[in-house]
């Protein structure tokens, strides 16, 4: 009785935690940008910048486990299309098309393609998981990718240099950056968090590789050494970190509630423009601010109660 009662106490306690670790994540991935812009002003392109990510953040977290826990590197090979899947069709592919979008796009119009990804995400939940479409979801989504469109700047600042091109690689990214949820979700059915984050940037930073000049990079790290702390803080605070807690995350959290959430992201991201590179604060970027933050508030109504079947 005793050992029941904590069990399902742990289980109520990580349901309620599940939500805010998914925040958390996404307010971590919100700040990207910052050393994003550093890189690129010392001459790293984008691909050369996810590549240093992936391959930094891969080994971090193999070699902390390494030291730590090695039972959470072992792997079935028959699995291996799992991590292919978050690892290769996913961050890989997604960070590819989303910059790629970028020379064909405005930055704001490539980032709102990007987060079609709750769209993706809901749609191939409806058949993979069984995932019920409810109007809480619906009208959260709407107010989350509204407030993204608002925050991003379309509205009032008008949309100019878009490409047919441009869109189709823009949606290809939304498409990527949706995989993870739902090969996540399939890989947390028999693996740790942990092991599924350090997997999946293995193979991202073998799949990676051919796509960009590693000799050139070396040379543009050994001339400026200043270089490596932005690394550093690129692969383990925007990357290990967050990977790790939205992955954790997804075992309490439907992936269409999940993905929406992670709309938090534009939202940092516009208030660190706002407030650290002084960008212009409009209404509309307030208003953005408001929907994601009220859409989060609106899914989090049940997100912090068990479900009704749960033993």
């Not at 987060?115 to 058949?127: N, R």
């Not at 059915?189 to 796509?211: D, E, N």
């Not at 212009?280 to 208003?287: A, K």
């Amino acid at each position: 009785m005793g050992s029941a009662s904590t069990f399902t106490t742990r289980r109520l306690s990580d349901t309620r935690l599940a939500p805010f670790l998914i925040i958390l994540a996404a307010v971590c991935w919100g700040t990207i940008g910052i050393f994003t812009r550093e890189l690129q002003a010392e001459g790293f392109t984008s691909i050369q910048i996810t590549a240093a990510r992936c391959a930094v953040t891969a080994l971090c977290v193999v070699t902390a486990l390494l030291l730590t826990d090695r039972e959470k590197l072992k792997i079935a090979p028959k699995d291996i299309w799992l991590f292919i899947g978050t690892g290769l069709l996913s961050v890989v592919f997604f960070n590819i098309c989303y910059f790629t979008s970028i020379q064909y796009l405005t930055l704001s119009m490539a980032s709102i393609l990007l987060y079609t990804a709750p769209f993706f995400v809901m749609l191939m939940s409806l058949f993979l998981f069984h995932e019920r479409m409810t109007g809480q979801k619906g009208i959260a989504l709407i107010l989350a990718f509204s407030g993204c469109v608002l925050t991003a700047g379309i509205i009032g600042g008008g949309v100019s240099g878009i490409t047919e091109i441009g869109i189709l690689i823009g949606l290809g990214s939304g498409f990527g950056y949706a995989l993870y949820t739902i090969f996540g979700r399939l890989a947390l059915k028999k693996y740790h968090p942990v092991t599924i984050t350090a997997y999946t940037f293995v193979v991202a930073g073998i799949g990676i590789l051919p796509f960009c000049d590693v000799g050139g990079m070396i040379l543009l790290s050994a001339e400026n050494p200043g270089i490596l702390p932005y690394v550093l803080i690129l692969s383990i605070g925007c990357t290990v970190l967050p990977y790790f807690l939205y992955t954790k995350g997804l075992k309490h959290v439907e992936g269409g509630k999940a993905s929406v959430m992670a709309f938090v992201e534009p939202m940092v991201a516009t208030l660190i423009g706002i407030f650290l590179f002084h960008e212009q604060m409009t209404l509309f970027n307030i208003t953005g601010v408001a929907l994601i933050f009220l859409a989060v508030i609106l899914l989090n109504r049940r997100c912090t109660s068990l479900p009704a079947d749960a033993p």
